[in-house]
């Protein structure tokens, strides 16, 4: 597989689950997907967790600040309240997951100088920040063995309540991590003439 590269894996579909200590970057991205159906059977350490929030760590923050944080719901009866913030779809989604991580990132950190906003999208910035701290959580996990499914759709005023977020932090995605079941399809991607324009 290493040998066919990125594209190749996407095209033939990459659904094999790969060998966690052989996979190429290329290959921990082709087989990433987000997962929606987990093997109840299987658990996660709280090391596993920490390792992958090691790589998290080590995603490029906006002047260093660092707002990023993660809330890991890993004893069963708190992820089971954590799923029950996520709405029916997700709830169904995240079954037989063992993991729930929160990510937050701490306001007025990411987009600002000197106090004040640097540029039009002002805090905004910590949503970014977040995306890729968890863009390389996602991928380490992969890179582990393991599954990841973001999630958008949450209640985030219930989840300050159950895992005890301040205010100064702003809710962004829930990350469930587990083991797939089944091998899930690639969704149709649009290709770099479509997004991409050179000068
Ligand atoms: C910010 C963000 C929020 C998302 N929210 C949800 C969600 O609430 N529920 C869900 O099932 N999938 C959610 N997804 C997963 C996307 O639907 C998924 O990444 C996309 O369909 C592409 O599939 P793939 O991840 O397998 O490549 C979210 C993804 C992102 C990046």
Excluded at 65 to 94: C, F, H, W
């Amino acid at each position: 597989m290493a040998a066919i590269g990125l594209a190749g894996m996407l095209a033939t579909g990459c659904n094999d689950t790969p060998k966690t200590d052989s996979m190429s970057f290329d290959e921990i991205v082709a087989s990433r997907r987000s997962v929606r159906q987990y093997d109840p059977e299987k658990k996660i350490s709280e090391a596993e967790i920490r390792t992958l929030i090691e790589t998290a760590i080590e995603a490029p923050p906006w002047a260093n600040n660092q707002p990023v944080r993660y809330y890991v719901a890993i004893d069963p009866e708190k992820v089971q309240q954590v799923r029950e913030l996520l709405g029916s779809g997700n709830m169904r989604n995240t079954a037989g997951a063992p993991v729930l991580l929160v990510t937050t990132f701490k306001k007025g950190g990411s987009g600002f100088f000197r106090g004040t906003p640097a540029n039009e999208l002002g805090d905004e910035w910590g949503a970014y920040d977040a995306g890729l701290s968890n863009a390389f959580f996602i991928l380490k996990a992969r890179e582990r063995g393991y599954d990841t499914l973001i999630m958008g759709m949450r209640d985030s005023d219930g989840l300050r309540k159950v895992l005890n977020i301040p205010n100064d932090e702003e809710v962004t995605a829930v990350i469930s991590v587990g083991y797939r079941v089944n091998d899930p399809n690639r969704p149709a991607r649009k290709s770099v003439d479509d997004i991409t324009v050179f000068f």
